[in-house]
């Protein structure tokens, strides 16, 4: 039996899916909806931490932070961003190919987002070894210096604002990847004609997962890279 | 050999339907889950235990003469440590609710069973990290990890014992979203809101505070781990940080995360008084909303914590303010639960005893509070031993004592087995009068000025260090005993029928212990919660073949 | 040392605000005494009044209760409970006020914590360990700060206890009203000898005091100390401390503390003890307004006690009359002589060039 029928079969099928504690579809649709909701309210509760200490120290000590933003590459920050903004388009038009049952629409998509993620992983990779040859990294290598190669006026909370940079992409980086590794199995199962028009439930949640995950970097970008754009940089 | 007095039940229930390791291991039954963490829980509780016999051994002299200075400030952190993250956070609502919430709202099981059993796995990966630490060498900057003492100075293992934690909070997380979600999306028909047991409401109003609290500890303790590690200045000034923002940022958790410990064991005892008062609870629906309140408030007050820290005194002043607000609704709860026992059909099983040592012993430490949240007496008070006495009360003479409320009263329902009354009454008490020897000295301690975290003190200290160490071991017998007739109950008790007590609730309506699909048939709810005029009051049932 | 003392269930009121938080405690107390007999009381007599009998129906007759008289009682118990619970927070609030509002013309004292003892140094010079004299019926203002990890000052007897923590000035302040020998405790966990990081306050009357000083340690006050800090460290080279001497380049320090500074970024700040400390460790971060960022930074050439003595010198330089300018060598001290304490640490009798190692002024605090 090849990939269509078997989906066509599972179309009729309304018990296909339904996990055996669950009542009916309807119910186990409302239970991943709202399971996926509260758990997108913990990530801002996590990432919500990383901002407060963002907040606090970039009111506390503006002149570092203006000088150490004005390290980041504003051109590639904003072509990651319009990657990721381009990469939840084309999540959401797969939601809206597995409504339709159109299964190699649906798969299509699904590729196109995981490219449109791994452009953006990848360009995050180059900031970092950028970041690693010019010894931006916290910790025993940094060494912080200005244009001229004097050290800088304040190294320690230049390193503050490094620090909350990789920490805040770093874990959003982590999401992304992890974000990654789901949309592989999915694109798998999408293959496989696993998901109907009456059940897709995981597109659908992963599709909440992705845009929050976008969300986030849309407040990362103007926070890490915007603010305070003097000109006035570190080399 | 002793013969089992009764024969042995062979219907089929959650216990029996599957046999070997892997059936539990790899199981999705909430029930089941629940035993796991039952396990698991109590070796915590064991090992935490034992750190809190060596502190009360070492401080019944001034002098420190059982332990040096460093290994004591590691047995004091790590009985906090255990204690809290792993014992307190997780007992009711990981055990208890798990077993019943499904049950009490005539569901199969959790929205998501599968989420369930990992959040155990998470739970038991923190621990064993926590292990590992204790037993190669420990921690020693207090359960609190002020810096830079822990990011800067501490020789312990800082980093794993964050580490432990840090994990662990995603146990709470899952487990959280799991009844947030179940409570709102898998009742029975019938079965609105205001119909559902005052566990169901205490334990999704500590749901919410576990999943909008726990995040805020697991990034701090993440920042801090970086810190350490790489020597970068969050919370160290020598770096460039900020200490007093750590505190702000640990308490943002820490704080919310006793009402994670004490609302559980609300619901429990709401239960428990009801059913030995035959009588629905006195203001329903004010005790369900003072556990919202509660869960609202509590984010609201961490400042508290920070009084004497620098914390400017016109923040202090709010949080002092909204630390009364949320003492508020539990004194309705007190006041609700005493008008339930008026004109009730009191019968003091062991379950009714604890739930009344609760009322005492809660009272008391919320009272403390009281005295804490006041600024001017904090400056005195804070991180004295009056402290330490006011959250003993909270948490063993609240929560710990809800918690063993719980587990006698639902032990048939789980085991189908009944312990042997005599012993658990004689325990209660012991528990609650070796409570009180252990702790309140400690109130006077405190106000005599006695810090906190003192591995050796001054001789006037002496008398009522003495005492309160009299009182521990009475109190360490009182928690040895149930353990061991709990054990012997799952042989040797009396077989328990579906509901021995006369309770209402959905989960005496079907057997002890109940079926792994829970019920034959979903229940359809038709009256309202706590109807005791139609309970069935099924002492025992034996069946045979 | 202090001689052990009896069992005892309070400390001594030995400070003005001592009393009012003893009221505030029976108050307290009183309330929880109530409301925790009322409810064990009521709980008991329940419990027997109600216990279930053979001739009890098996439902009570008042299993339903939902009548207005419910809502009342609700509205009773939570307003009673919060009408006393708002008594309490605005008379905790009225004493925290107090404490943290040292009065103007204060004795000022400095602390130094660290693990695990507290160094004490007096303005006129006087330095101690694990030990503080003080006198009777005076405002005394603690102004304290850690080499390394938090602590905390609590003194019992006088019911005040404030944080010490690194990289910056905390206050706590308190007026003896009784002599005597009181605990000091570290109050915040600080590591191995946490419990053993203790002293003892020695109230004594005025004349005692004044001649318990006079022994003290023979370097010159604080402020002269600072002084010669200040030259030592060539901080003269650019900044006038001479009234009436202007260099372009650099603040005159002449009646700057306390006063407000005008920053470059428009802002303007206090220039208190922290703003000092700030300047010196820190010069990048507060520019003043008119003023090049060029102030190199003094970290790591000067310890935490070397800094209070540059802040009590730089508070010296409030009076217009000025200093001696910084050419002027100091004269060799001949020998100790007494002095009252005075707030402008103008003319003194110096001390040994700072940085000699003076002898501990008291015994090491027990363990």
């Known amino acids: ?235 | 050999m002793i013969e089992a007095k009764y024969p042995v039940r062979e219907k089929k229930n959650y216990l029996n339907a599957e046999h070997g390791l892997m059936s539990w291991l790899l199981t999705k039954d909430h029930k089941r889950i629940a035993i796991l963490y039952l396990y698991a829980v109590t070796f915590f509780f064991v090992i935490g235990g034992l750190f809190a016999a060596l502190i009360r051994l070492e401080l019944a002299t001034p002098a420190g003469d059982l332990l040096d200075s460093n290994t004591y400030n590691k047995v004091f952190t790590m009985h906090g440590v255990i204690m809290i993250f792993f014992f307190l956070i997780p007992s009711i609502p990981a055990i208890l609710g798990n077993f019943l919430i499904p049950l009490m709202i005539g569901a199969k099981d959790l929205a998501f069973p599968r989420i369930n059993l990992i959040s155990w796995y998470i739970y038991m990966v923190g621990g064993l990290i926590g292990t590992f630490v204790v037993c190669t060498g420990g921690v020693d900057t207090g359960w609190t990890f002020y810096t830079p003492f822990s990011s800067s100075y501490s020789n312990g293992y800082v980093v794993l014992t964050a580490l432990a934690a840090f994990i662990n909070g995603f146990s709470s997380i899952l487990t959280g979203l799991n009844f947030i979600v179940t409570v709102h999306r898998m009742r029975a028909p019938g079965l609105t809101w205001f119909r559902l047991p005052l566990f169901v409401w205490a334990h999704y109003a500590t749901s919410a505070v576990m999943i909008l609290g726990t995040p805020v500890i697991a990034v701090t303790l993440f920042l801090l781990m970086l810190e350490r590690g790489l020597h970068i200045g969050f919370f160290d000034p020598a770096y460039g940080g900020d200490p007093v923002l750590f505190q702000h940022l640990f308490w943002f958790y820490s704080h919310p995360a006793v009402y994670i410990m004490i609302l559980p064991s609300m619901g429990v005892i709401s239960e428990v008084i009801s059913t030995f008062s035959s009588k629905k609870p006195f203001g329903y629906t004010f005790i369900a909303f003072s556990s919202v309140a509660i869960a609202v408030f509590g984010f609201l007050v961490w400042g508290h914590h920070l009084f004497v820290s620098s914390q400017s005194a016109y923040a202090g002043m709010v949080f002092s303010v909204l630390s009364y607000i949320v003492a508020i609704p539990s004194a309705v709860k007190i006041f609700n639960w005493l008008a339930t026992m008026y004109k009730g059909n009191i019968r003091l099983e062991t379950p009714m005893l604890y739930a009344i040592g609760f009322m005492g012993l809660f009272t008391i430490g919320g009272l403390t509070g009281l005295f804490l949240a006041a600024m001017g007496m904090d400056v005195h008070l804070t991180d004295t031993y009056f402290v330490v006495a006011h959250f003993h009360y909270v948490m063993v003479g609240g929560a710990v004592t809800g918690y063993l409320a719980g587990l006698h009263f639902w032990w048939p329902k789980m085991t189908g087995r009944m312990y042997p009354q005599g012993w658990s009454k004689v325990s209660a008490i012991m528990v609650f009068t070796g409570f009180n020897l252990t702790f309140f000295p400690q109130f006077l301690l405190g106000y005599m000025g006695m810090p906190r975290r003192y591995h050796v003190y001054p001789p006037e200290f002496a008398v009522l260090n003495v005492l309160s160490s009299a009182g521990a071991s009475l109190l360490g017998i009182g928690f040895l005993i149930p353990g061991i007739y709990f054990i012997w109950s799952l042989k040797y008790g009396k077989l328990a029928g579906a509901n021995p007590w006369g309770a209402t609730g959905l989960e005496w309506q079907t057997a002890s212990p109940p079926p792994t699909e829970n019920f034959a048939i979903t229940p359809v709810v038709t009256h309202e919660a706590y109807d005791y005029s139609t309970v069935v009051h099924e002492e025992e049932v034996v069946h045979v073949g | 040392m202090m001689e052990a003392k009896s069992f005892q269930l309070f400390p001594e009121q030995a400070s003005t605000i001592a009393a009012h938080v003893d009221g505030l405690y029976a108050f307290l107390v009183l309330v929880s005494a109530f409301f925790s007999l009322l409810i064990a009381f009521l709980v008991v007599w329940f419990a027997v009044k109600y216990r279930q009998r053979p001739d009890s129906p098996a439902v009570p007759a008042h299993a339903d209760d939902h009548s207005a008289g419910a809502m009342v009682l609700e509205i009773v118990w939570t307003v009673i409970p919060l009408g006393l619970s708002m008594i309490m927070f605005a008379w905790g609030v009225s004493i925290y006020f107090t404490e943290s509002r040292p009065p103007a013309d204060s004795m000022e004292i400095y602390v130094t914590g660290k693990q695990w003892m507290w160094k004490i140094q007096h303005m006129e010079g006087a330095r101690e360990i694990n030990e503080l004299h003080i006198p009777i019926d005076r405002d005394i203002k603690l102004t304290m700060t850690s080499e390394d990890v938090i602590h905390d000052f609590y003194v019992p007897a006088f019911r005040t206890k404030a944080d010490v923590l690194p990289g910056r000035y905390t206050t706590e302040w308190f007026k003896p009203t009784k002599v005597g020998e009181y605990h000091i405790f570290c109050a915040e966990y600080c590591g191995t000898k946490h419990s053993g990081m203790i002293g003892t306050v020695y109230v004594m009357s005025q004349n005692d005091y004044n001649e318990w000083l006079a022994h003290g340690s023979g370097e010159g006050s604080m402020a002269e100390q600072g002084q010669a800090l200040f030259n030592q460290l060539g901080c003269g080279n650019c900044h006038p401390s001479v009234i009436n001497n202007q260099n372009g380049r650099c603040p005159n320090l002449v009646g700057l503390f306390g006063t407000r500074v005008e920053l470059k970024d428009g802002t303007n700040v206090r220039a208190d003890e922290s703003y000092i400390r700030e300047s010196v460790l820190y010069p990048e971060s507060k520019i003043v307004a008119g003023y090049d960022n060029i102030m190199p930074t003094f970290k790591g050439l000067i310890s935490e006690e070397g800094m209070l003595k540059l802040v009590e010198y730089i508070k010296s330089l409030r009076t217009k009359n000025g200093t001696m300018s910084t050419a002027t060598p100091l004269p060799v001290q001949t020998g100790a002589t007494p002095q009252t304490p005075t707030k402008a640490g103008a003319m003194k009798t110096a001390a040994r060039p700072a940085g000699a190692v003076p002898a501990p002024a008291a015994p090491q605090g027990t363990r």
């Open chain 1, 1 to 235: 039996m090849d990939n269509e029928t078997l989906m066509l079969e599972h179309e009729q099928d309304e018990h296909y899916g339904l996990q055996h504690h669950f009542e009916n579809q309807e119910q186990q649709k409302d239970a991943s909806t709202i399971g996926m909701w509260t758990f997108l309210l913990t990530e801002i509760m996590f990432f919500g931490g990383l901002f407060l200490a963002y907040f606090i120290y970039r009111q506390w000590y503006p002149a570092a932070f203006a000088a150490a933003s004005n390290n980041t590459d504003l051109w590639l920050g904003a072509a990651n961003t319009t990657v990721l903004i381009c990469s939840s388009l084309t999540m959401a038009m797969g939601v809206h190919a597995a409504a339709l049952g159109k299964r190699t629409m649906l798969v299509l998509f699904l590729v196109l987002t995981l490219m449109l993620g791994g452009i953006f992983l990848g360009v995050k990779a180059y900031e970092y070894h950028d970041k690693w040859v010019k010894h931006e990294i916290p910790g025993a290598h940094f060494e912080c210096r200005d244009e001229k190669g004097a050290p800088c006026a304040d190294e320690q909370h230049t390193q503050l604002f490094f620090s909350l940079y990789f920490g805040m992409t770093g874990l959003h980086a982590s999401h992304m990847i992890i974000g990654f590794g789901i949309l592989l199995v999915l694109i798998v199962q999408s293959w496989q004609g696993k998901f109907t028009s009456g059940w897709h439930t995981p597109i659908e949640m992963f599709g909440l997962y992705w845009h929050f995950v976008d969300i986030v970097w849309i407040f990362l970008f103007p926070l890490l890279y915007l603010i305070d754009r003097s000109g006035r940089g570190l080399h």
